[in-house]
Each structure stands twice: as C-alpha cells, then as structure tokens.
C-alpha cells in the first residue's frame, strides 16, 4: 500500500491527510504503524473515501487500543453496537429530528470547545469520526492545537500568574458542568450518579511525544484549592487563548471521510447546520486512554 502523508493544517505538524490505504483491508503492522504515527504526531488525521460500516470501524479503532462505551443518555433503543456514539440528527423512524428534541439537545454540548471524556477518570485517547451522512453546507468540525497555545502562553498578566504556576494544578471537569453552560440542567438524578466530577491536571505531557498540553476545554470547571471565580477566569483564559485562528483546523465533511483525532492534542467542536433542514449522520468509535492524569479523591 501506498500510504501518502500531506499537511493540510495551519502549523507544519497539526492536521494530516492520507491517502492510499483502504480501511475495509485488514492493515499491515507497518500500514497501522504509519497512521498512529501521523495522529500522534498531527494530532487530527483525514482519511478521504473510507465507506466503512460500523464492524470495519470498530474493527480498525481497536487497533488504537480498548475502546471506550458511548454514555448513550438521551438516546432511544436502537440495534447499534455500543462501541458507537452515534451523533444524528435522524430519528429512529428515518424522519430529522426537531431542533428542540433530547438528542438534539444533548448533541449541542458537542458544539462548545471540548477535548472528549475529559469528565472520564481515565480521559479518551483517540476519537475516530465517520462522515456517514454529511450536509451540504456547514456542520464542519474545527480542531484547536494545545500544545502550540501551550508553548505560545505567555502567562497572565491580569491574573498574575505565570506559565510556571501553571504545573501541578488540577481541575475538576464535569460534563454536567459543561452541558449546565449551553444546555442548563438536562440530567436525571440517576445520570448525575453515573458521571460524577472527576480531576485532570491542568499541563498534559503526551506519552508518545512528550509535548506539554493546555488540557482545558468546555468540561473543565474550577482550579481544585482555588476560589471558584479565580478558576474560572483562568480557564477561560486559556480556552480563549487556545482556539485563535492560528492554532485552528477547520475540516468541511465530504461523505466517508474518517477523521481521526488525538484527545491529548487537540481541542474540537461541532460546528452548527441548518439541522432540521440537512441530515448529519456521525459515527463514532473512542479509544480509552492509557491510565488517569491525577489521582481521584472519593466525593
Ligand atoms: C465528537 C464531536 C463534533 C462534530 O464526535 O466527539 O465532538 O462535529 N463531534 O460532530
Ligand atoms: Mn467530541
């Protein structure tokens, strides 16, 4: 297989794409190799024309690692295996959904910056997106590289804290935080059991690379030992400094695109469509992470 590797990215080594290999073969060792390489070291890979189904994705993402549960809230009982968070706008009975349905509005979350299963003890390696439905215009996905804003940050003045103060601080991320933000309060109390804050450190190193990481995003709520207020700002802070135009990759969808991404480098959100207009049918696999970033502490 000839495997073509091209950066189509705003920095020389944020966002791939490659061509020539089929993922509907089974991949040789090198093959896999080459393409992990490319997502570790690109942080977003596209593949174009991948018309893969839900067996061949699942099939190809284990290669990554173990593949985590989609959380599956706001859904109606389908056949779908649960390696698959499915991401659609279409109903169980073929019909778009309304704009101000459950899932519809359980997916707006997925349109605030957010890097996947931060609010997950052990967050999300790799999330891998098929392009099954896509709409003609809009519904693309923008990608943020936190380890450029990283290395870029140069402290905040107007908080009066510096890069340096940054390492061993710890952030509680929560998803009912962050879906409260855009959403308000969307979840049973037998959801909110199920997903209990957790704690992620503020400056990621990548395993693989080494590279230090903003590890901020819409879950992260508060600085642990800090006024809450204090925390916040900071964050924002860093969301906001992370998501300038220079650190982003804006993908536009074309049918069976598979886009890999690394959740250790990258911010992404969705961005909106005329949704009750255009069908957008996504399926999702996500490699589990290699262990937590912090400990825990029992609530
Ligand atoms: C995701 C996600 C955004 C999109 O699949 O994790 O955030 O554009 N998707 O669908
Ligand atoms: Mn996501």
């Given at each position: 297989?000839?495997?073509?590797?091209?950066?189509?990215?705003p920095?020389?080594?944020?966002?791939?794409?490659?061509?020539?290999?089929?993922?509907?073969?089974?991949?040789?060792?090198?093959?896999?190799?080459?393409?992990?390489?490319?997502?570790?070291?690109?942080?977003?890979?596209?593949?174009?024309?991948?018309?893969?189904?839900?067996?061949?994705?699942?099939?190809?993402?284990?290669?990554?690692g173990?593949?985590?549960?989609?959380?599956?809230?706001?859904?109606?009982?389908?056949?779908?295996?649960?390696?698959?968070?499915?991401?659609?706008?279409?109903?169980?009975?073929?019909?778009?959904?309304?704009?101000?349905?459950?899932?519809?509005?359980?997916?707006?979350?997925?349109?605030?910056?957010?890097?996947?299963?931060?609010?997950?003890?052990?967050?999300?390696?790799?999330?891998?997106?098929?392009?099954?439905?896509?709409?003609?215009?809009?519904?693309?996905?923008?990608?943020?590289?936190?380890?450029?804003?990283?290395?870029?940050?140069?402290?905040?003045?107007?908080?009066?804290?510096?890069?340096?103060?940054?390492?061993?601080?710890?952030?509680?991320?929560?998803?009912?935080?962050?879906?409260?933000?855009?959403?308000?309060?969307?979840?049973?109390d037998?959801?909110?059991?199920?997903?209990?804050?957790?704690?992620?450190?503020?400056?990621?190193?990548?395993?693989?690379?080494?590279?230090?990481?903003?590890?901020?995003?819409?879950?992260?709520?508060?600085?642990?030992?800090?006024?809450?207020?204090?925390?916040?700002?900071?964050?924002?802070?860093?969301n906001?400094?992370?998501v300038?135009?220079?650190?982003?990759?804006?993908?536009?969808?074309?049918?069976?695109?598979?886009?890999?991404?690394?959740?250790?480098?990258?911010?992404?959100?969705?961005?909106?469509?005329?949704?009750?207009?255009?069908?957008?049918?996504?399926?999702?696999?996500?490699?589990a992470?290699?262990?937590?970033?912090?400990?825990?502490?029992?609530?």
């Amino acid at each position: 297989m000839s495997l073509e590797i091209k950066n189509i990215g705003p920095l020389p080594d944020f966002a791939a794409e490659i061509t020539g290999v089929d993922l509907r073969q089974d991949l040789d060792d090198e093959t896999f190799g080459a393409i992990e390489r490319a997502v570790f070291e690109n942080g977003v890979v596209v593949l174009p024309n991948q018309d893969i189904d839900d067996d061949q994705q699942i099939a190809f993402s284990e290669r990554f690692g173990a593949l985590e549960y989609s959380l599956r809230f706001h859904r109606h009982g389908d056949p779908i295996r649960p390696e698959i968070s499915q991401l659609s706008n279409v109903g169980d009975d073929g019909l778009i959904l309304k704009a101000d349905s459950e899932t519809m509005t359980y997916h707006r979350g997925n349109q605030l910056w957010h890097t996947d299963s931060s609010f997950k003890a052990v967050p999300a390696k790799c999330s891998i997106l098929s392009g099954r439905e896509v709409p003609p215009v809009a519904g693309g996905t923008e990608f943020a590289d936190v380890r450029a804003a990283y290395d870029d940050w140069p402290g905040s003045e107007t908080l009066g804290i510096s890069k340096a103060d940054l390492e061993g601080l710890v952030c509680e991320h929560s998803i009912i935080y962050s879906r409260s933000t855009i959403v308000g309060d969307i979840f049973t109390d037998e959801q909110k059991n199920a997903v209990p804050a957790v704690r992620q450190v503020l400056v990621r190193e990548h395993s693989a690379t080494g590279r230090k990481v903003l590890y901020v995003g819409s879950h992260c709520s508060y600085v642990i030992g800090w006024p809450t207020e204090k925390g916040r700002a900071l964050i924002k802070e860093l969301n906001d400094w992370v998501v300038q135009d220079k650190y982003v990759f804006r993908h536009t969808w074309r049918q069976h695109d598979l886009v890999i991404w690394d959740n250790r480098i990258v911010l992404h959100r969705g961005q909106t469509w005329a949704e009750e207009e255009h069908r957008r049918v996504m399926h999702r696999t996500t490699v589990a992470g290699d262990g937590p970033t912090t400990a825990q502490v029992a609530a």
